[in-house]
């Protein structure tokens, strides 16, 4: 596959988890609304609770476009790098608050969406450093060293 | 339910980001998989059912997800969702204190940056 090949499936990847990973969380939020709230924590409520949440299909729609999300993401991680991929997923929070915003109705204050975007920048940043700073483990180094054998052997 | 808020972020967060760790755990002991055959899937998964962590794990990040039903039931997407960013901060933390790594002044920087946000959310 040649490199631009790459990018496009890489980006239209990036773009279904960014879509439905907060339309996940929208339709869940949505369907739990509709249930009304928890009326308790006690054992004698709590599983009936749990039950109805579960007979409803937007719950189960919510589910469906979160597992959507969480198999690109597993895909996308099988070739890109977590530092390329993790600072993309900032932008999902940023999204919930878009989709509550215009899709749930939700009054969000001028002080949250700061909130949101900063947190936005936050998660960005995290993603910007190394996935890895601990030390190599034992078989890995061992793997490591038999690969530079190998290239030293060839060279 | 609002005096409650609090103890189910303590949930979502806690119980999930210990419920990822042990799942990676029981994956790091199956081995790196290279083989996506569906037969070699479906020994794979067969193995994970073996590990201890596995169970561990799925049974605390459902312990998480009921908790975020449970408190989406009375409170805004547009709050819950941004809050659980606070996950970025544990994890950081727990990978300083718990499992030795260095974190970097850009990452600390980005943790300050959401713990900042995740307050701007909760008092707006």
Not at chain 1, 78 to 106: I, K
Not at chain 1, 114 to 125: E, K, R, S, W
Not at chain 2, 64 to 74: H, I, N, Y
Not at chain 2, 81 to 86: I, Q
């Amino acid at each position: 596959m040649s490199s631009r090949q790459l990018k496009v499936k890489t980006l239209s990847l990036l773009v279904v988890m960014v879509l439905f990973g907060p339309m996940g969380d929208i339709l869940l939020g949505k369907g739990m609304r509709r249930l009304g709230p928890v009326p308790g924590l006690q054992l004698s409520v709590l599983p009936n609770f749990l039950i109805r949440a579960f007979e409803s299909g937007t719950v189960w729609l919510a589910i469906s476009s979160l597992s959507v999300f969480f198999i690109s993401y597993l895909l996308v991680l099988s070739w890109a790098d977590f530092s390329f991929v993790q600072p993309s997923t900032s932008l999902g929070y940023g999204m919930v608050a878009l989709l509550g915003y215009f899709v749930l109705g939700e009054s969000i204050s001028p002080t949250r969406w700061i909130g949101v975007l900063v947190i936005c920048l936050g998660v960005f940043l995290v993603g910007q450093t190394p996935a890895r700073t601990t030390e190599l483990s034992a078989s890995e180094r061992q793997r490591a060293n038999a690969i530079a054998a190998t290239v030293s052997e060839i060279g | 339910m609002t005096p409650f808020v609090p103890f189910f972020f303590l949930v979502i967060v806690g119980a999930g980001t210990i419920g990822e760790i042990s799942v990676s755990r029981a994956m790091k002991e199956i081995g790196e998989v290279h083989d996506f055959s569906p037969r070699n899937l479906i020994s794979v998964f067969l193995r994970a059912l073996r590990v201890p962590w596995m169970w561990l794990g799925v049974g605390l990040m459902a312990c998480g997800f009921f908790a975020l039903l449970l408190l989406l039931s009375f409170e805004n997407v547009s709050f819950v969702v941004p809050v659980t960013a606070v996950s970025y901060a544990v994890g950081a933390l727990g990978g300083k204190f718990l499992l030795g790594e260095k974190i970097s002044r850009v990452r600390w920087l980005g943790v300050g940056l959401v713990c900042i946000g995740v307050t701007l959310v909760c008092i707006g």
